[in-house]
T-cell receptor, first 117, second 113 residues
Framework: AQSVAQPEDQVNVAEGNPLTVKCTYSVSGNPYLFWYVQYPNRGLQFLLKYITGDNLVKGSYGFEAEFNKSQTSFHLKKPSALVSDSALYFCAVLRGWLTGGGNKLTFGTGTQLKVEL | EPEVTQTPSHQVTQMGQEVILRCVPISNHLYFYWYRQILGQKVEFLVSFYNNEISEKSEIFDDQFSVERPDGSNFTLKIRSTKLEDSAMYFC???????????FGPGTRLTVL
């Protein structure tokens, strides 16, 4: 069974400082990893994904994530946080790649990011 | 930019009533999903749908739940007899057959009283 863990319920960071939101995964086979962001009363917005290739993946709004196979981690990062980045962030893992009609996403519990002035 | 839409944005119903949540996936997408998020909890997979049939369903998706694609554009989730614990945000998602990125709708907040 696949799973992801987000060990921090909340991360607080000052605007302009770098931010990291942690995610570790457990999956048999190759991991396909995603980050989504959820703003209040909104749906889930795709940020970035890791399928294969470079371990550092760049995504929307200046976010990036680093895939680390030995540590089974996929931490989300941004060099300089903005107040508008404050939202709920979900890490997710996908079982398989285009292997039939299923391919459900399994989400972590989410991390609330709060960026303050 | 094309997007997944969902209606209604908020549905309030009495326990035991039937509800239908509606989604319009992105037009060239072939795979469709329902997820739900109970308040304060993580997003959970309910069901996936492809080629007019269910591909996979979770343990949550019991006989009270059903999905349908009644025409070329809509994708619906029906809960036959709602329970208090069905109160949640329900998200629809869709994707193409060439990419595993799932595009999510804004959600329908279901409140069962």
């Amino acid at each position: 069974a696949q799973s992801v863990a987000q060990p921090e319920d909340q991360v607080n960071v000052a605007e302009g400082n770098p931010l990291t939101v942690k995610c570790t995964y457990s999956v048999s086979g190759n991991p396909y990893l995603f980050w989504y962001v959820q703003y209040p009363n909104r749906g889930l917005q795709f940020l970035l994904k890791y399928i294969t290739g470079d371990n550092l993946v760049k995504g929307s709004y200046g976010f990036e994530a680093e895939f680390n196979k030995s540590q089974t981690s996929f931490h989300l990062k941004k060099p300089s946080a903005l107040v508008s980045d404050s939202a709920l962030y979900f890490c997710a893992v996908l079982r398989g790649w285009l292997t039939g009609g299923g391919n459900k996403l399994t989400f972590g519990t989410g991390t609330q990011l709060k960026v303050e002035l | 930019e094309p997007e997944v839409t969902q209606t209604p944005s908020h549905q309030v119903t009495q326990m035991g009533q039937e509800v239908i949540l509606r989604c319009v996936p992105i037009s060239n997408h072939l795979y469709f999903y329902w997820y739900r998020q109970i308040l304060g909890q993580k997003v959970e997979f309910l069901v996936s749908f492809y080629n007019n049939e269910i591909s996979e369903k979770s343990e949550i998706f019991d006989d009270q739940f059903s999905v349908e694609r009644p025409d070329g554009s809509n994708f619906t989730l029906k809960i036959r007899s709602t329970k208090l614990e069905d109160s949640a945000m329900y998200f629809c998602a869709s994707r193409t057959n060439r990419d595993n990125e799932q595009f999510f709708g804004p959600g329908t907040r279901l409140t069962v009283l």
